[in-house]
């Protein structure tokens, strides 16, 4: 198909001499930039599939024969990479059809394809689904349009996931990507003899932006990439269960919820914020059947690096949440009669610090730094800070391999422990005596709370207050309040 051509207008336009210049009619102005805008060249069937098969920035074809149908191509037994090289993820599908669309290509597939990487292959289920490529044949955009599709395959060592998406459209690029669905659906199954259950998530308006090549999350590479997930309300219910097999169920709600996640190159980074937080907790076994909290916002953020490096590399980790309140129900169950504070609690924590990976991915801190932790809940407080360097890390064992921390490259640990940590309680004591009192909390709990509280603390200067010093001594020796407790384990 020849592209069509326009004149571009570049002559002024003239106004009368002597008389005031008047502004462009509206309808002339864009009659005129119109015009002068050259018309995006259109991809014929025929052009894309010859760039396809000689590779493209997204989307690479292999195998497959072409053959005319209508004023289009049919493709049968093609095979689509995502991305290059041996991590490129594969749509497999036993034809597809190309055939123009306005400036672009329409690329039908079957009702049901699949998408393979890595020995783990997954069938995709799309009816009505609409692919349009667009832009230049070398570097082409895709238009997604997707009623309803579905994925299914294997998930964690013995599981399966469930994926589904409805009223799906956006576009994807070469680097950069936006998708847009009504509603998300994932589902985990496991085994029963799995110590995780089944965990299923639910959102509605999801909104997923890809900055950097799709291909990079597959590859696991060092190419930048950030991926962000913008959700309105959702649920999330993880089944686990104990070491004796007890069964726990924990349910999670929100009104919105962001994450996103990126690489650098060097570090990995991954923040979640979310707002009208709802977590439930329930099995039979417990002794409150509907515990549970509500937090108005909590943002989580972590950065760290994932690939192996001589020098360490710096760390981070934030949590803040606001708002904490136990719900109706815990209320009713734990303090009936309404004695204890009731304001809404807060929990923040900041550490940062340097650390090196191994070339086996093992994290090896070399500083630490609690640069705050503070923790508000029923009128009691706890708060603390400190530093801890890991010295004289051992040397990378060069010995055959034997096991998870032995072989090339490995170490047998992460040093030694020099540093200290000072926490402050207030309030902690009275809220014992006031649980005790009110007869609704096992006695047991409490009595071997205060034993810890009396072993690990002392007075401090005001009333109700307790501190703790924690030191990593030069010799070795972990120190509590000045009393040695014997050496640090360093493996």
């Known amino acids: 198909m020849t592209p069509v051509r326009r004149r571009s207008i570049v002559a002024p336009i003239s106004q009368p001499e002597g008389s005031a210049m008047r502004p462009l009619s509206l309808p002339i102005l864009a009659l005129a930039v119109t015009l002068a805008v050259p018309a995006r060249a259109e991809i014929a069937p025929e052009a894309l599939w010859s760039a396809l098969r000689s590779g493209t920035p997204l989307v690479t074809a292999s195998g497959g024969t072409a053959s005319p149908e209508g004023d289009g191509l049919r493709v049968t037994d093609p095979v689509l990479a995502l991305g290059r090289g041996p991590d490129a993820a594969r749509i497999e599908a036993a034809s597809l059809v190309l055939t123009p669309e306005g400036d672009g ?14 020995g783990l292959r997954y069938d995709i289920a799309a009816p009505g689904l609409a692919l349009v490529a667009t832009g230049a044949p070398q570097d082409p955009a895709y ?25 799906t459209a956006g576009q994807i690029g070469a680097q950069q990507s936006r998708i847009d669905a009504a509603a998300l659906t994932l589902r985990l199954s496991q085994p029963d003899a799995a110590r995780l259950g089944d965990v299923s998530d639910e959102r509605r308006a999801v909104s997923v932006t890809l900055d950097g090549p799709p291909g990079a999350l597959f590859a696991g590479g060092t ?31 929100y009104a919105d919820r ?14 979640q914020s979310a707002t009208a937080l709802t977590l439930a907790v329930s099995g039979p076994h417990l002794p409150l059947r509907d515990a549970g909290v509500t937090v108005a916002s909590s943002r989580i953020a972590t950065r760290a690096p994932v690939v192996p490096t001589e020098q360490p590399q710096p760390f981070r980790t934030d949590i803040a ?14 303090d009936p009669d309404g004695t204890l504070p009731r304001d809404p609690g807060t929990l923040s924590l900041r550490l940062s610090g340097t650390a090196r990976v191994g070339p086996r991915g093992q994290f090896m801190p070399r500083q630490v730094a609690l640069q705050e932790f503070d923790a508000r809940l029923l009128g009691a407080e706890v708060s603390g800070q400190g530093a801890v360097e890991f010295v004289d890390p051992p040397a990378a064992n060069t010995g055959p391999d034997t096991g998870p921390n032995s072989g090339p490259g490995a170490t047998s640990g992460i040093g030694r422990p020099l540093g200290s940590l000072a926490f402050a309680l207030t309030g902690v004591t009275e809220l014992f005596d006031r649980l005790a009192a009110l007869g609704t909390v096992p006695a047991g709990p409490l009595i071997g709370a205060r034993m810890g509280l009396g072993f690990f603390t002392r007075p401090g ?8 010093a924690v030191e990593f001594a030069p010799d070795g020796q972990l120190v509590v309040n000045g009393q040695a407790l014997g050496p640090v384990p360093t493996r």
């Open 258 to 271: 962001d994450e996103s996640l990126s690489l650098d190159g060097l570090s990995l980074g991954f923040e």
């Open 321 to 334: 949440l606001t708002g904490i309140v136990p719900t109706g129900a815990t209320w009713d169950a734990l």
């Open 105 to 118: 290509t329409r690329i039908t597939l079957p009702d049901r394809f699949a998408i393979a990487r890595g």
């Open 223 to 253: 190419e930048p990439v950030a991926l962000s997930i913008r959700s309105g309300s959702g649920s999330q219910t993880l089944d686990a269960r104990t070491g004796t097999g007890r069964k726990l169920t924990l349910e999670i709600g």
């Open 461 to 468: 200067d005001g009333p109700d207050t307790l501190t703790t």
């Open 143 to 167: 238009r997604i349009d997707a009623p309803r599709l579905t994925a299914d395959g294997p998930g964690l060592p013995g599981g399966t996931v469930a994926l589904s998406l409805l009223d």
